[in-house]
């Protein structure tokens, strides 16, 4: 009998998937028996996190792809359904942060920001949609924040791009359902160890936010790994259009 969480076979694309969350989360994922495509902007991150599949006797395919142009997208999206098949799992985890008091910021900041967060996430679930739309079947994760729920103060942008990550996220449940696609939303809350968290949480910051955190630490790339992998799980049938934090309740969000 398979085992609970088990994802034997499954095709799981990842973007961003070059480092911190989606490094955590592609791992898992091949842990748990799926192949994931490693999607990343610079593509010799991709093929370190296929290495890291593999030595974990797991077997990932790395694809350079930018989020932001649709012509790359789509030729990423056409490699993994050809190679691999047609994505299982959609996990749209890249994304950048640029801290900054909001008078301080400009157009260009807004655009690129906009450009990752949400027109990226837009463009792959796109262009990835149809193919789970044709097989009836399909999750879709995507990585909110904390941020986009609360607010935080020098990532007013930020915050709004992560909002309308979750607020679409919902919309699509709602419209995926009838294909038997489940999309659902992790929202991290402070996650020290990775490429984001070491600008964001440094020089002593992560420490006094640890103490602001009911669990005393910063959450890890590991912790958000988890909750993916319980969202792709068989264990999560009964749910779409959620968002769950993973912060060590320092929201708690009703
Ligand atoms: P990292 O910066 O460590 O990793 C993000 C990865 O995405 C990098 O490999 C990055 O490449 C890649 N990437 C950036 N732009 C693009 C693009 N245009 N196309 C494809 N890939 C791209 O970030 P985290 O692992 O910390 O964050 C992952 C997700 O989690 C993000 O969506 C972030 O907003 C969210 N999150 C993170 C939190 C944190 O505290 N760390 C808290 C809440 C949410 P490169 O390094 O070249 O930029």
Same mark, same amino acid.
């Given at each position: 009998?398979?085992?609970?969480?088990?994802?034997?076979?499954?095709? $799981?694309?990842?973007?961003?998937?070059?480092? #911190? @969350?989606?490094?955590?989360?592609?791992?898992?994922?091949?842990?748990?028996?799926?192949?994931?495509? &490693?999607?990343?902007?610079?593509?010799?991150? &991709? $093929?370190?996190?296929?290495?890291?599949?593999?030595?974990?006797?797991?077997?990932?395919?790395?694809?350079?792809?930018?989020?932001?142009?649709?012509?790359?997208?789509?030729?990423?999206?056409?490699?993994?359904?050809?190679?691999?098949?047609?994505?299982?799992?959609?996990?749209?985890? &890249?994304?950048?942060?640029?801290?900054?008091?909001?008078?301080?910021?400009?157009?260009?900041?807004?655009?690129?920001?906009?450009?990752?967060?949400? @027109?990226? =996430?837009?463009?792959?679930?796109?262009?990835?949609?149809?193919?789970?739309? $044709?097989?009836?079947?399909?999750? @879709?994760?995507?990585?909110?924040?904390?941020?986009?729920?609360?607010?935080?103060?020098?990532?007013?942008?930020?915050?709004?791009?992560?909002?309308?990550?979750?607020?679409?996220?919902? &919309?699509?449940?709602?419209? =995926?359902?009838?294909?038997? @696609?489940?999309?659902?939303?992790?929202?991290?809350?402070?996650?020290?160890?990775?490429?984001?968290?070491?600008?964001?949480?440094?020089?002593?910051?992560?420490?006094?936010?640890?103490?602001?955190?009911?669990?005393?630490?910063?959450?890890?790339?590991?912790?958000?790994?988890?909750?993916? #992998? =319980? =969202?792709?799980?068989?264990?999560?049938?009964?749910?779409?259009?959620?968002?769950?934090?993973?912060?060590?309740?320092?929201?708690?969000?009703?």
């Amino acid at each position: 009998m398979a085992e609970r969480g088990d994802l034997t076979g499954k095709v $799981a694309m990842v973007t961003g998937a070059g480092a #911190g @969350i989606g490094r955590a989360v592609s791992l898992r994922l091949a842990e748990r028996g799926a192949v994931p495509a &490693a999607l990343d902007i610079r593509e010799e991150a &991709a $093929a370190g996190t296929a290495a890291a599949v593999a030595a974990i006797g797991g077997k990932a395919l790395a694809v350079q792809c930018d989020v932001t142009n649709y012509a790359s997208v789509t030729a990423a999206v056409n490699r993994v359904v050809s190679e691999l098949g047609a994505p299982d799992i959609l996990v749209n985890n &890249a994304g950048i942060d640029i801290v900054r008091m909001f008078v301080d910021t400009d157009e260009a900041l807004w655009r690129k920001l906009v450009d990752v967060n949400y @027109i990226g =996430f837009l463009a792959v679930t796109h262009a990835t949609a149809p193919h789970m739309i $044709a097989k009836k079947s399909g999750l @879709i994760i995507n990585i909110g924040s904390d941020a986009g729920r609360i607010g935080n103060p020098g990532d007013a942008v930020y915050c709004g791009t992560k909002a309308a990550v979750m607020a679409t996220s919902k &919309a699509l449940a709602r419209e =995926f359902a009838r294909y038997n @696609i489940r999309v659902n939303c992790v929202a991290p809350g402070p996650i020290g160890d990775t490429e984001m968290g070491d600008v964001l949480y440094g020089e002593g910051l992560g420490d006094k936010i640890a103490r602001m955190i009911p669990l005393k630490r910063l959450g890890t790339a590991e912790d958000v790994a988890d909750v993916v #992998g =319980f =969202f792709a799980s068989e264990d999560a049938a009964y749910l779409t259009g959620q968002v769950l934090s993973v912060d060590g309740g320092l929201t708690m969000i009703s």
